[in-house]
Structures are given as C-alpha cells and as structure tokens.
C-alpha cells in the first residue's frame, strides 16, 4: 500500500502533466476567396479523362509519357534522398514517443576465479577440508525509470517530431511531383517542337514548289520580278525556322535523357517517330482557393516547419525547469 507522501506525490504529477510551457500552435489564417477566376471556363474545357492526383501523367493517355516518368522517379536521386529524411523523421518521432514511456535497464555478469595458495589467505584456506580453488560469481541488475513529464518539455518534443516528420513527408512529394512534372514537360515540348518541326519542313517544301511556279510564270513574262524576290523570301524566311526548331528539339531530348539518368541520345530512336501532343486531362477544383493552397505540398511543409519550430520553443523552455523521475532498483 503507497504511503501518502508518494500517493499524493503521483496524483500532483499526474495532474500536472496535464499541462505544458510553451506557445500553443495555431495555423496561420489563409483569407482568400471562395471561387477561383476562370473557374468555370476550366471547367468547361474538354479533356480526354479526368484527372488522378496520385499518378496523373497516366490521365494523358501516352505509355511512353507514363514510362519516362515512372523511370525517372525511380532513379531520381533528390527523390532518394528526401524519401531517406523520411525515414530519418520518422525514427526521430519514434524516439520522442519512447522518451514518455518508462524505460528499463537489465545488466548482468559473471566471473570464474581461481585462488592462489602461495597468498596467506590461500594457505589458510587450502587448509579447510574439501577446499576448492576455483569459485564462480554472478551477478545481475534491473533498473526500471520513468521520467514524469511535468512541464510538457517531452511531449513538446514529441509534437516537433511529428510535424518534422510531417514536413518530411510533404518535401519528399514535394519531390516526386516536381520531378514528375518536368519529365511530363520536357516529353510535351519534344512533342510541340516535333510538330511544329513537320509543319516547317511541309511549309518548306510548299514555298519551294511556289517559287519553282512563280519563276516559271516570270520565264514566260506572267509573272513580275518582284513576285519572284518575294517568294524566294517567303522561302529564305521558313527555312531559317527549321535549324532553330532542330536545335531546341535536340536540347529537349537531352534535357530529358538526363531526367532520365541516361546519357544523351539514348532515347533518340524512341522519339524518332513524330507523336501527337498529348491532350492534357479535366482538371476538377476541389474545395476553395485556401483548401488548395492547404494542399500544395511545399506550404505544408513550411507550415509543418513552423509548428515544429513553434514546438521546439516549449521544449527549451522546459529545460529550465527541473525533471522528475520514478526509478525502480
């Protein structure tokens, strides 16, 4: 049966672990309107599927789209990396949820001595009948802990943790969609660049079937010289697009081969063919300006950040209180 001073001793500490130092977080305010301009008119616009948030490149409807961005995720080594914070956070959060629990420590030991007769005591000692010269020892130790948690400097600690690993969680999506939007961008304007490359090159060939007929008509006297200098400049000017086209689209490719990891030109044969441009899915807005701005992942993890940081606040103060501990031999 507890004596009264432990007794009244447990409940104090029990009510007062109730409370602790610190400021209280509170998310900061986002006062923003309720409907998004041009919210209708994007609504309205036809698209091939709707959306998905979680793999929506595969909305475009494009499997070699899909494969480009599946590949470069994962070999991607910023998105390695965040994903290991993750982990880190997510340990740190499990030590700050084992810091409130009782905590235990079993030691043990053993030893094999030999006694020496040519010691006083061992003479003395050999001298007993039925002495034995050789002894063992053993020895073990429990000891049980548990620091009460008076002035919350624990479980604010543990609330840092939680939001760290939070923001953690936010920065390695964070991430992954950036990686996956530009993958998905590089593979689109390849695409454009293809099919504004075609139409250059059929605009080429167009021009210079024009100028052949114009030179023809001004060989028979239908057809004045200036009509002729004005096609061939009509001409001169759609053949100065295509270097410049080409030359963007073989930055594109390279820009997505090293996306990809590879080196540049492994992927030439796989682009070689002009696709169409894929068509981009519905987009649905869900909530109001503020919920999507709750959403986009680089804001909550400042916002995580900020109650983490808030958090380490009360945990510091607490520091300049004393600690309680219950231990157990």
Excluded at 172 to 181: F, K
Excluded at 265 to 287: C, D, N, W
Excluded at 289 to 299: F, G, S, V
Aim: glycine share 6%.
């Amino acid at each position: 049966m507890l004596s009264l001073r432990p007794a009244a001793f447990l409940i104090s500490a029990t009510l007062m672990t109730g409370c602790a130092v610190g400021p209280d977080y509170r998310r900061p305010d986002a006062p923003l309107t309720d409907r998004y301009w041009g919210q209708f008119s994007v609504g309205q616009r036809p698209a091939a599927t709707p959306a998905s948030l979680v793999i929506w490149w595969e909305s475009f409807g494009d499997p070699l789209l899909a494969g480009f961005v599946s590949k470069a995720l994962e070999q991607n080594l910023d998105l390695a990396q965040a994903q290991a914070r993750v982990t880190q956070a997510r340990a740190g959060l499990s030590a700050a949820n084992a810091a409130l629990a009782p905590s235990a420590n079993i030691s043990a030991q053993a030893a094999r001595a030999y006694q020496s007769i040519e010691t006083p005591l061992g003479q003395v000692l050999n001298s007993t009948p039925d002495y034995d010269r050789y002894g063992s020892s053993y020895e073990a130790d429990l000891n049980a802990s548990w620091e009460v948690d008076i002035f919350g400097g624990l479980r604010r600690g543990r609330e840092a943790a939680l939001a760290e690993y939070q923001a953690s969680e936010a920065g390695a999506a964070a991430t992954r969609l950036t990686i996956a939007a530009q993958t998905a961008d590089t593979y689109i304007t390849i695409r454009g660049l293809q099919t504004r490359l075609d139409i250059a090159n059929r605009q080429v060939k167009t021009q210079q079937g024009l100028l052949e007929k114009v030179q023809l008509l001004y060989s028979k006297g239908l057809a004045a010289s200036y009509e002729v200098r004005q096609t061939e400049g009509a001409l001169a000017q759609v053949q100065a697009t295509v270097p410049v086209l080409q030359a963007g689209l073989d930055a594109a490719m390279n820009s997505l081969d090293v996306m990809l990891g590879t080196p540049p030109g492994t992927h030439r044969t796989q682009l070689a063919m002009v696709g169409s441009i894929p068509v981009a899915p519905q987009l649905t807005t869900l909530g109001t300006p503020a919920d999507l701005l709750r959403r986009r992942p680089d804001l909550i993890v400042a916002e995580r950040r900020l109650a983490a940081s808030n958090a380490r606040i009360g945990e510091a103060i607490a520091e300049y209180y004393p600690k309680f501990s219950l231990r157990k031999l």
